[in-house]
Nanobody
């Protein structure tokens, strides 16, 4: 499975961005997909995840602001980020759990939030 993330960029605080992650290869084996982020000097942390059935999970710090969605037919997961804060600035990584227990990572996409 290969994951291709896109959509990062520079946005002012309070603005919005949408990240996309397209899975290819043995994408039929994917169960949960999600987004993690890593800010400089900090550990990578879960932002949001969505299962094959559509169940979602969000980190407390993005609840009410971010929305994760999934186009199962196209094996694409989206992260709509509203009301961005400077503390949301990080490299965002797409992640996928294969049904066989294998975990996959995409390349990161940088989100920069100016205050």
């Amino acid at each position: 499975v290969q994951l291709q993330a896109s959509g990062g960029g520079l946005v002012q605080a309070g603005g919005s961005l949408t990240l996309s992650c397209a899975a290819s290869g043995s994408a039929f084996s994917i169960d949960t997909m999600g987004w993690y982020r890593q800010a400089p000097g900090k550990q990578r942390e879960l932002v949001a995840a969505i299962s094959r059935s559509g169940s979602t999970d969000y980190a407390d710090f993005v609840k009410g602001r971010f929305t994760i969605s999934r186009d199962k037919g196209k094996n694409i997961v989206y992260l709509l980020m509203n009301a961005l804060k400077p503390e949301d600035m990080a490299v965002y990584y797409c992640n996928a759990d294969g049904s066989s227990g294998v975990n996959y990572w995409g390349q990161g996409t940088l989100v920069t939030v100016s205050s």
